[in-house]
């Protein structure tokens, strides 16, 4: 179904903020510390999960002041709802996988199916070592048995939007973090 911007506006309005964009600094400016003493060494290979890990992996890298390689990765889980179901693969990383130091970073950890595949699949391409970032973490008791090397901000189990994160494929570019009113 087709949004229209005054329906889009409207969900904005109604939403609630639980992240600001100052305590998403802090947790980037964090996590950054962490990563930075754990692989500034390594020439890592960062990959982005697109689209969500979007504006966390561009926020994340300019604050790595060491040299790095970046690329995507694009797995889907949710698509355009707010329930998570299999693992859509639509692109792979072009760069050369073999004996390299990998940094996957998307932007939440909801239930983990996403990245514990996304970390199946480069145990395989025998990558030294696989860490992985995300900026939020969503509080529930529905999780696989990963959980990223790298955690950012704790938020309640709503539908989230905002900071890389959809609302039916908008808001990502929020500097926030939002939940839908309801939800
Ligand atoms: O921990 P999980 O329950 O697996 O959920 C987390 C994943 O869900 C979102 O992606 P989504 O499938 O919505 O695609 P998108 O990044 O294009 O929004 C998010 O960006 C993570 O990749
Ligand atoms: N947009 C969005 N994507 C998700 N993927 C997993 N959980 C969420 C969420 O709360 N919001």
């Not at 964090?30 to 060494?41: F, H, K």
């Not at 970032?133 to 999780?143: G, W």
């Not at 890389?164 to 939002?178: C, H, S, T």
Request: glycine share 6%; net charge negative.
């Amino acid at each position: 179904m087709t949004n229209t911007i005054d329906e889009l506006n409207k969900i904005l309005e109604e939403a609630d903020c639980l992240v600001d964009e100052a305590t998403i600094n802090a947790t980037l400016d964090n996590i950054a510390a962490q990563i930075t003493a754990d692989l500034s060494d390594k020439l890592p290979l960062v990959l982005c999960v697109m689209n969500g890990g979007l504006i966390p992996t561009a926020a994340l890298i300019e604050r790595l002041k060491f040299p790095l390689e970046v690329d995507y990765i694009h797995a889907t889980r949710y698509g355009m709802e707010t329930e998570g179901s299999s693992l859509n693969w639509l692109s792979y990383p072009q760069t050369s996988l073999k004996d390299r130091h990998v940094l996957v970073i998307d932007d939440i950890f909801d239930q983990g199916h996403t990245l514990q595949a996304i970390i199946g699949w480069l145990e395989q391409q025998e990558t030294r070592s696989v860490r992985t970032a995300t900026i939020i973490n969503k509080l529930h008791d529905r999780k696989t048995d990963m959980t990223p090397d790298y955690v950012g901000t704790d938020v309640a189990d709503r539908f989230l939007f905002g900071y890389g994160m959809d609302y039916k494929g908008y808001f990502r570019n929020l500097k926030g973090i939002y939940a839908i009113k309801g939800s």
